[in-house]
């Protein structure tokens, strides 16, 4: 007969998961593969101790993995789409226009206004990192800019579309899960955005207004502007691939077939334009990404980013994470937690603190955007009710803990993307990520202070 673990039992094993986690990745300096999964096979032990199957936690484990699906398909599109946008000339044109458009002093903050506007626009973050974050990204590195600091400030920008666009699915799923009109949600979850934006935006102004910016090379720069002009031709039929994806993404088409007609698109305006590469070639960088020698170390840097074999790390780590929550999930442990956590509950605030806690926790422990929203908001809504608390604060708190927390857990599916895309590990952009570091935190504090939080209105 299965035993069913305890709320003290599944905290224990969540901390050894979590020492085996960090003491891998930064005491060993291993690939965050590995520790999953090891984690993979403590939680197998855990499940026989438990009295399961292993026919169950083999379903858990592919559960899990199915949840993963779409997301998996969506990575190697856009691993396709940037290796095209490389070679085609889309990310050469648009880095040349970007050398014009903007100074060191101020990249830091374009950047941030920038990704706030598309993914606002798109309602996607991975949308928005993958087209003008690599840009961007490109940009920052030639001007000097710290890797971790241009990568924190891109993907703030775009968390913050995912969180705050009528457009976004995580929007409008986290709206949906607890039966609040989308208007609604999006008008109570300023309360916690609006704030965590605005500082982010001053510190990036003060970052870039005080930086030093006299070791900035004006010549490299524009020799890496003569190497792009030599290298490709810098054409504006080249933008048309990445507008059409980024109207087809605000006219909310699936994202599946929109990658495929950015990348269709960008192989026809690539041989109109790049005559210096084959069919052959345009179409040979989907799979093995681009390989070009331009002569400037820093452009090749840039450039040579993408295909279909670059996503394959990101693709193999969101497996195994997935596999790890999707046994988790199977042996109980996950249930335990949140069923714990509903219990230590005093008042209005620990209701909120606890949902926040427990969002960031299945983030962390499955690395899924989607159930550190389903979860909590499904278990926690019935005391949302009990302490008289509007159902906006709940689909406010799973944002906060939910949406935004995806992109800095390195094993996470945003964070793992984000990581590939920009490649970059995601310790060193994690730190300057100061948007998501702060949406918990302003939830936190409107929780105990009652500022902003919403009472439920009594039935005439």
Sequence with gaps: MKKEISFIQSIAVVLVLLAIIFVSLFTLKLPPHIPLIFGVAFISVIGFLLKYKWTEMEKGILDGVRLGIKPILILMLIGMLIAIWMVGGTIPTILSYGFHWISPQYFLISALVITVLVSTFTGSSLTTVSTVGVALFGVGTAIGVHPGL?????????????????????TNFASGIVEVPLPKHIQHITWTTVPSIVITAIIALVIGMNGNHESVNYGEIQGIQDALKHTFNLHVLTLLSPLLVLIFSMRRVDVLPTLVLGIVTAIITGMITQHEFTLSQLLGVLQSGPAVESGNKVVDAIVNKGGLQSMMFSISLIMIALSLGGLMRAVGIIDALLEGLTKQIR?????????????????????EQY???????????????KWNLDPKNLSRTLEDGGTVINAIIPWGVSGAFISTALNIPAADYIPFTFFSILCPIFSVILAYTGIGIAKKKAQS
């Design 150 to 170: 241009a990568a924190g400030m891109i993907v703030s920008g775009a968390v913050f579309g995912d969180k705050m666009s009528p457009l976004s699915d995580t």
């Design 347 to 367: 008042r209005s605030g620990d209701v909120i603190f606890a949902t926040l806690l427990s969002s960031i926790g299945v983030n962390v422990i499955t690395g």
């Design 371 to 385: 159930l550190s929203i389903l979860l909590p908001g499904q278990t926690f809504k019935p005391l949302y009710e």
